[in-house]
């Protein structure tokens, strides 16, 4: 069975630290999809990243960037120079590829960025 | 362009009734996908709709039933209402449900329908 594990439930950082969002997954499929949302107080859930299991390049998209390892079955978040504005819930998932879109989401960790 | 549009956003009802939530997807999306969120939790699948027809399905009861229309718009139907089915009701669309690897598609989510069952 898949599944999607979020150890830190919550953080709290100042303003311009840079922050570490831990994702671990399991899953018996060799292809797989992960993803990274973040939940505002707003409720809708918004698309920040996805890698397939066959990428398994950092990726960095302006304060943000992601590390996944397949060795350790991690795929990790960090937040350079955090903002307020970045305070939500960040959500991990994890997608079985074939016919379906069946999300298994972690259970979040909520970051609050302190000014 | 509007996104995926969810309502009621807010609701409350009392254990044994049932209720009705709606979703209209993103524009150029044909697949609907409904979430369960309850507080402090992940979101959890509960179906996926295509075609009119219910693709997949998560572990919910059948108390949990849905619909999609031909303009690809979808409902979500709980009947007898349990305390535990109070959360926020998350609706998704993508593209392509039943393609090969449409498991990759990105998923675009509403803001969701908060119900309270008292």
């Known amino acids: 069975a898949q599944k999607v594990t979020q150890a830190q439930t919550e953080i709290s950082v100042v303003e311009k630290e840079d922050v570490t969002l831990d994702c671990v997954y399991e899953?018996?499929?060799?292809?797989?999809?992960l993803f990274w949302y973040k939940q505002p107080p707003s409720g809708e859930l918004v698309f920040l990243i996805r890698r397939n299991s066959f990428d398994e390049q950092n990726e960095i998209s302006g304060r943000y960037s992601w590390n996944f390892q397949k060795s350790t079955s991690s795929f990790n978040f960090t937040i350079t120079a955090s903002q307020v504005v970045d305070s939500a819930v960040y959500f991990c998932a994890l997608s079985e590829p074939y016919y379906g879109q069946n999300f298994v989401f972690g259970p979040g960790t909520r970051l609050s960025v302190l000014p | 362009d509007a996104g995926v549009t969810q309502s009621p956003t807010h609701l409350i009802k009392t254990r044994g009734q049932q209720v009705t939530l709606r979703c209209s997807p993103k524009?150029?999306?044909?697949?609907v996908s409904w979430y369960q969120q309850a507080l402090g939790q992940g979101p959890q699948f509960i179906f996926q709709y295509y075609e009119e027809e219910e693709r997949q399905r998560g572990n919910f009861p059948d108390r949990f039933s849905g619909h999609q229309f031909p303009n690809y718009s979808s409902e979500l139907n709980v009947n007898a209402l349990l305390l535990g089915d109070s959360a926020l009701y998350l609706c998704a669309s993508s593209l392509g449900g039943d393609r090969p690897l449409s498991g990759a598609n990105v998923l675009t989510f509403g803001a969701g329908s908060r119900l309270t069952v008292l």
């Open positions: 524009s150029g999306h044909d697949t």
């Open positions: 899953t018996r499929d060799t292809t797989y999809y």
